[in-house]
């Protein structure tokens, strides 16, 4: 399989070379990436380059579609995952531009109602401490996968249910769920849909065509990727990950084309072309550092932090304004030199990969004429597989129940409800999403064991730990979906 995927990567490089550019700084670039893709097992690779104000490079390797051997182009649609976050953010700037709210704002201004788990957080919390990842809210694990919404209103209601994993303006604790804060406000203040707003808004004035909001919508284009990941090496197919509420922080399907168009009103103050597509005063604050951190004793990197939407970072002695983005079988970056002009965006139909930062060092040594490496690492995180042997319950350590004893409706109102059922002897736990297997640990510890296709991004092998009350009887369990255990309380029959 490898040798047919290189085949038509030379195959395609060749009738396609004419018209590329002819930098001599790209010279041997593509060779570089069809070798990269080889020691990667990479199915596909869509990749742009713009510098000052025009399109350097844009150009497709491999596959969008193995199995029918569909070719990548530079038109072909991508997830970027929470390359989305900078998008979102940006929708707050033009808000913030247009006298409709500040960014200084705290979210229940916009949001009626809205509360969090603490005071401090309701009195204290901004809309940039959600854009910079230090309201304190944290990752709330799970709740993408395993309690979608379709309402984000009614995840804004479950916010007060949510403990802070970290201290308002002083912790820097990713959130996923922060954007989609972000989103909601967008959607009170414009009385729009936050999908309609970036179209409108960003998509349209920066002719993005080939972009969507919708999964559905960007699959029936003629010219999207299916997603793929490695199991000891052996490349499969892998699921799309619907985000649902979740979309303000990672839901947007591009292409590399598309995304020069955006790199290119970056790099120019936020104008493309003659418009001004984005704020130039937003543009500004973006870069600039509102949670910055240690540059982990890295010698090439001693600056780093979060702008809006952008991680920045001083690296190499440049300034550079960059996010990734892993989804379902996909991994994408979108990096900006500001001051030198010049970006480069790499999409990358391979799961949890580290083959686009490497495509954009090779990049970035060319066109800033550093010095090129060539002993990257190759790291490629195996996609979830779930065991098809079924454990028996652990009879040296058994329950301290019947298995009946545990069957009911356990609650966190900040998460959702799971049912526990008991079925031919066998305990399995029912989420809105998904049923699983309870596979028996030990006492009265199981481990969640998917019955079908999850995402494949997301391991659910979470341990469900069951307690008992003062009498005697199972009364809650606990999972470890934040820094804490969160407990889900069992109802009343």
């Known amino acids: 399989m490898k040798k047919s995927i290189l085949t038509v990567i030379f195959l395609t490089t060749f009738i396609s070379i004419f018209g590329q550019s002819k930098d001599n700084r790209l010279k041997g670039l593509e060779q570089e990436i069809i070798k990269w893709m080889e020691k990667y097992n990479a199915v596909g690779v869509s990749i742009a380059i713009v510098e000052n104000d025009e399109i350097l490079y844009n150009k497709g390797f491999g596959y969008r579609d ?80 395993l309690f979608p919404e379709n ?61 969507f909001t919708s999964l559905d919508k960007a699959k029936k284009t003629d010219n999207f990727s299916f997603g793929y990941g490695l199991y000891q090496n052996e ?75 952008w991680r920045v970072e001083a690296r190499d002695g440049e300034f550079r304004v960059q996010h990734g983005g892993n989804t379902s079988g996909f991994t994408t970056l979108v990096v900006t030199y500001p001051f030198r002009k010049f970006g480069v965006t790499i999409l990358v139909n391979q799961d949890d990969s580290i083959l686009p930062y490497i495509i954009a060092d090779i990049v970035q040594n060319r066109i800033l004429n550093k010095e090129s490496v060539d002993n990257y690492p190759v790291v490629v995180q195996d996609i979830y597989q779930p065991s098809e042997l079924i454990k028996s319950i652990n009879s040296e350590k058994p329950p301290s129940k019947s298995l009946a004893s545990f ?53 659910p092998e979470f341990a469900v730990n069951f307690k008992m009350n003062e009498n005697g009887e199972i009364s809650y369990f606990t999972m470890n979906l934040q820094s804490e255990p969160v407990e889900f309380i069992k109802k009343s029959d």
């Open 407 to 459: 069957v009911g409706e356990y609650e966190h109102k900040g998460y959702g409800t799971i049912k526990i059922v008991l079925e031919n002897d066998k305990l399995y736990a029912v989420y809105p999403t998904y049923k699983f297997f309870l596979e028996h640990l030990h006492y009265d510890i199981f481990v969640m064991k998917p019955l079908k296709d999850v995402s494949d991004i997301f391991n």
């Open 151 to 211: 309402n984000r209103l009614k995840v804004m209601e479950k916010l007060k249910y949510i403990k802070p994993e970290g201290k308002v303006k002083e912790s820097s604790i990713y959130s996923n769920i922060g954007y989609t804060v972000a989103g909601t406000i967008v959607e009170e203040v414009t009385n729009e849909s936050w999908e309609h707003n970036i179209q409108h808004k960003i998509f349209t004035p920066l002719e993005m065509s080939s972009s």
């Open 235 to 309: 490349i499969k197919k892998v699921n799309f990950e619907e985000y649902y509420d979740s979309k303000p922080a990672g839901g947007i399907r591009s292409t590399s084309k598309d995304l020069s168009h955006w790199m290119l009103a970056w790099l120019n103050n936020g104008k493309y072309g003659t418009v001004q597509a984005i704020p130039e005063n937003y543009v500004k604050k973006a870069r600039m550092f509102h949670n910055s951190r240690d540059g982990d004793d890295e010698p090439n990197l001693f600056l780093q932090g979060y702008g809006l939407g």
């Open 66 to 145: 193995l199995t029918n051997k569909k070719l990548v182009t530079e038109n072909t649609v991508f997830p970027i995952a929470s390359c989305s976050k900078a998008f979102t953010a940006t929708l707050l700037g033009m808000l913030e531009a247009e006298n409709k709210l500040f960014l200084t704002d705290k979210p229940s201004t916009h949001i009626p109602n809205l509360r969090f788990n603490t005071a401090e957080m309701d009195n204290s919390v901004s809309i940039l401490d959600l854009l910079s990842h230090k309201s304190g809210l944290g990752g709330v694990n799970g709740t993408l996968v």
